[in-house]
């Protein structure tokens, strides 16, 4: 399992941050449409203060949030997703398997702006 998000280098609001991140799981997951003809699938989760205490505020201090908006918001958004192919491990199909990824990833976060 691989947790991750997207940020904007140029935006360092944890609101701006969640909302990038929920966009691009309704892009990603089951919410939009037929599972099976997605090249892949992510699901998500709110990390909150109430269930996990201040330690998601680490996180985010690391991806350059403004430190105030942990403390207004108190909830920040990741994506989780199962790697389970045998192309990221073969030498011979990585590169060609990792770059049409990230080209979906791209065409993802392009429409949400």
């Known amino acids: ?21 929920r966009h691009f799981y309704a892009q ?11 090249n ?13 205490g201040e330690t998601p505020r680490i996180y985010a201090e690391r991806i350059g949030i403004e430190p105030g908006d942990w403390d207004q918001e108190g909830s920040i958004y990741i994506l ?12 011979a199909t990585f590169e060609s398997y990792w770059q049409d990824i ?3 990833f791209e065409k993802i ?5």
């Not at 989780?80 to 030498?91: P, S």
Request: a positive charge.
């Open 40 to 52: 892949f699938l992510t699901s998500g989760t709110s990390l909150t203060r109430e269930e996990y």
């Open 1 to 21: 399992m691989v947790n991750f998000g997207f940020k904007d280098r140029s935006n360092h609001s944890l609101s701006a941050y969640n909302q990038l991140n």
């Open 102 to 104: 990230c080209g979906e």
């Open 28 to 38: 990603s997951s089951f919410l939009s449409g037929r599972t099976y003809q997605k």
């Open 109 to 113: 976060l392009a429409k949400a702006n």
């Open 80 to 91: 989780r997703a199962a790697v389970m192919t045998q192309f990221l491990r073969d030498k």
